[in-house]
């Protein structure tokens, strides 16, 4: 199989690799039989291999994908493979990207949770019907892989602007009733380069391999911080 | 090789932005048309003859696709940012394009 993958830094170019074709073969099984067969001088990122940890996505084919859990039977365009870095965010050397800008904007989100309990104090009693957990639930199973990010043309578009992994983890604060931090949170979030700069494009839903829907989560911020505006409370 | 841009509701932002700025330059159009009808009613006849063409009533049938689907594409995105969320997005996606062509395809039948 031919693979095409990407080396250097922003300036840099694709190198072709032949690896053999293995029946249950993932795009990082790929990368990594380069790295150990044919050039150990490539530089990738990865730990679980399972779809836990969130740290192997690259960009597969044009679109972002997590590579460990990425057939390649599922992706080869004409038993060929691209592989490059993620999108959005700065190489640091062939295939490994600078996560701290994406780590940042969560930070800038209100993405620490802060309550006001100690732990002298009993478990707080959140019913698993309660519609607020619901809405939690939903997006918690984010793990952090850039994806969505990294296929986010408002991003693209405006580098400042928080993406949808952020404004996810908010969404997930702002319904989490032990949560302290919701009015300050919501000023943190509105804005141009918050949950408004979303144009509902989708791609983080449609790429996002856990499946989470992040423009939902843009959606229902973009709703509590029009009740609050309306309410004065922003 | 493929887009991360290459699905349904990313095609229909495209069409949304393309929709509204192709009707924001036809926009200055109508407004001096909607004048010489009401001030130059006997150059405005000419105008109406003119546009009976068959070829012009194509580009008409073009102009009411486009308001519709801005007009339906707006609506869909109120609907997604300000009620409920919905799982079937692409299933608004494809209702929108849908409703859109008939409009258009009624607009044309009667044309004719």
């Known amino acids: 199989m031919k693979v095409s993958i990407w080396r250097g830094g922003k300036v840099g170019r694709f190198v072709a690799y032949e690896v053999p074709r293995l029946e249950n073969q993932t795009v990082l099984d790929v990368v990594t039989y380069v790295q150990r067969k044919l050039d150990p001088s490539l530089s990738y990122r990865f730990s679980c291999r399972v779809g836990m940890c969130g740290s192997c996505a690259m960009t597969v084919n044009g679109k972002p994908r997590w590579t460990c859990r990425t057939h390649v039977s599922k992706v080869a365009v004409g038993g060929t493979l691209e592989i490059a870095p993620l999108g959005n965010l700065a190489v640091i050397k062939d295939l490994s990207v600078d996560m701290r800008v994406f780590f940042d904007k969560w930070a800038k989100a209100g993405g620490a949770f802060k309550g006001d309990k100690t732990r002298d104090d009993d478990f707080a009693l959140i019913k698993p019907a309660d519609k607020q957990r619901q809405n939690a639930n939903a997006g918690i199973e984010c793990i952090g892989c850039g994806v969505c990010y990294a296929g986010c043309d408002v991003v693209r578009w405006k580098p400042d602007y928080l993406g949808p992994a952020a404004l996810n983890r908010a969404w997930t604060l702002v319904n989490d009733a032990r949560d302290t931090q919701g009015p300050v949170r919501l000023q943190l979030i509105a804005g141009e380069n918050g949950c408004l700069g979303c144009h509902s494009q989708q791609s983080c839903q449609e790429h996002c391999p856990k499946h989470l829907s992040p423009t939902a989560s843009i959606a229902g911020l973009k709703r509590a911080v029009s009740v609050a505006a309306l309410k004065g409370r922003l | ?112």
């Open chain 2, 1 to 112: 090789m493929t887009s991360h841009r290459s699905h349904p509701s990313y095609w229909a932002f495209v069409l949304h932005r393309v929709s509204g700025l192709v009707l924001a330059v036809f926009l200055p159009f109508h407004f001096s048309l909607l004048v010489q009808a009401t001030e130059y009613a006997v150059g405005f006849d000419g105008f109406l003859k003119w546009s009976e063409q068959p070829m012009v009533k194509l580009a008409e049938t073009g102009l009411i696709v486009l308001l519709a689907l801005h007009l339906t594409g707006g609506v869909r995105l109120l609907a997604l940012e300000f009620l409920a969320w919905r799982d079937w997005q692409k299933t608004l996606v494809a209702v929108c394009g849908g409703l859109s062509l008939a409009i258009g395809l009624l607009f044309l039948v009667n044309a004719v």
